[in-house]
């Protein structure tokens, strides 16, 4: 997959995906309902009030009669109840609403009718860069802060089963660091080499994992050439694992602004995929995070 | 100043500099000075082997007669003889030529006959990309692993004094965090809130610091209002300051990969700048920070 167009594509194909929202009583949050079900993505779960549901409905013209919408009912915590119908099977993907992130994830965590497999939940984007031939993911920029080895582990396996969704069968991870060596007073370059051997090792599969890697290693062959790094990572990478949310952040922001990337991301690592667009997200962003969430919900 | 081409025509405009380049016995530093001397940037001392020197100067096919070149044979540590060229005010400014980095920083370090000043050195990169209207600083991508409050002092006032050469007199320092909130569990936001502080307290000056900023907010006034970010350096970052090794050099690559970039760099914290230009920089690299060094050398 080549651009975040063909991602879209492929969730139109999939057929009967539910996406479950934590309040939906939102102009912007129905504006992105009403323009997922034109573009036939999947159908609707809108937990909320009915009434204020509906009233906003009106205003951005959305038809809720449509056979893709079912309103539930709610006169308390949405979040709760938006979970509790991905928990019992009655949709295959959760997205946020109107609530706050802090209040879904209470829910999703909870234990009796939560979404928690055990795991950490991580970040996943995805971008396309316009003058890169690949689309390269990168995780995590938004939730784990400086993850241990074993949530690296983690954060790895969960951006793995995201990849998956959208046909790498084994993708390529590039533990990123500020250099490609050993360096034992730069953590980033001890975690990458362990991440690494543990991939060769069986702990960690489904991928092909190399670090320590500068960011150009990464994604330039000849850049990984030039320091003699040979490996089916260097110059080749799926997944981008950067070491802290500085790191992943900064990098996000930058393909935005400064390479006019555009990005899909969604939250793995819970039973069901999780997206989390914001009220700042464009509506391309908010559609692609959507059709993301519905590729990969086959993997969960 | 909005592009690097003006930085080049500054540098073009300053007479009587002089570059002194430790070990020039090497075909690429040989070309870069040929180059620099057909734009009229500066002089050299050339310093290293004669022998050799001329050797390679036949293969490039520069002529060391030139007024601009003066050769000084050195039988062993060019280094060491290069640094106290500068040192001696024989020279503006330092160049690596065909020696390793450690070996040159050990010359620089040098209590007698170096070029320190007490302060640490730091890596300052300045980029021209090709959708922002400004250039923007970065720093420090390359020296300083995992910076302590009083080093990040040291490394925005290393960064001023380059942004100084080249016109900026009270530059706009963004200290990037993950998030724009003071957050006790990240140690980059709240270096950046003392940072901010210590310069409204006049125990940093001749610039304007504000942090934490997330990258976004720091480069887009739009984003910035977005979060209710309303300050001088908010979407009007003249130097991003990064907290780690890490984001400095992921930043760095994802804007010369990503975002083709253009990019100068020099070492800010001697007497002199120090122009550390490796075998992989383009021609365009090295000759724009070959005039960074020279614009900024003024200020030192």
Chains 1, 2 share one sequence.
């Not at 939940?121 to 995805?126: F, G, N, Y």
Request: glycine letters at 4%; a neutral charge.
């Amino acid at each position: 997959m080549e651009t975040l167009t063909e991602l879209k594509q492929q969730a139109q194909r999939q057929k009967d995906h539910v996406v479950s929202v934590a309040n939906a009583a939102d102009e912007e949050v129905l504006l992105a309902v009403k323009k997922a079900i034109e573009q036939s993505l999947c159908s609707f779960l809108l937990v909320g009030s009915k009434i204020e549901i509906e009233k906003l409905a009106r205003t951005v013209e959305l038809d809720l009669t449509k056979e893709q919408i079912t309103i539930i009912h709610v006169d308390s915590n949405p979040s709760r109840a938006a979970v509790k119908a991905v928990h019992d099977r009655k949709a295959d993907i959760l997205m946020k609403g109107n609530v706050s992130t802090k209040d879904l994830l209470k829910a999703v965590l909870d234990k009796e009718c939560g979404l928690r497999t055990g795991g950490v939940l991580s970040h996943v984007a995805l971008f396309e860069i316009p003058n890169q031939e690949r689309l390269v993911f990168l995780t995590d920029a938004a939730m784990n802060l400086t993850p241990t080895l074993q949530e690296k582990e983690q954060i790895i396996n969960n951006a793995v089963q995201i990849a998956r969704g959208v046909n790498i069968s084994n993708p390529n991870v590039a533990v990123l660091a500020a250099v490609e060596v050993v360096n034992p007073a730069m953590q980033a370059t001890i975690d990458a080499a362990l991440l690494t051997q543990m991939q060769k090792r069986n702990q960690i599969k489904g991928c092909t994992v190399d670090g320590p890697l500068a960011f150009d290693n990464a994604v330039s062959r000849k850049s990984a050439n030039h320091k003699d790094i040979y490996s089916d990572v260097a110059g080749n990478a799926d997944i981008l694992l950067v070491p802290t949310i500085e790191v992943g952040n900064a990098l996000y922001k930058s393909f935005m602004y400064f390479a006019e990337a555009r990005v899909a991301a969604v939250i793995s690592g819970a039973k069901a995929p999780i997206v989390l667009t914001s009220r700042t997200d464009s509506s391309d962003s908010k559609l692609n995070s959507l059709s993301l969430a519905l590729v990969s919900s086959k993997t969960f």
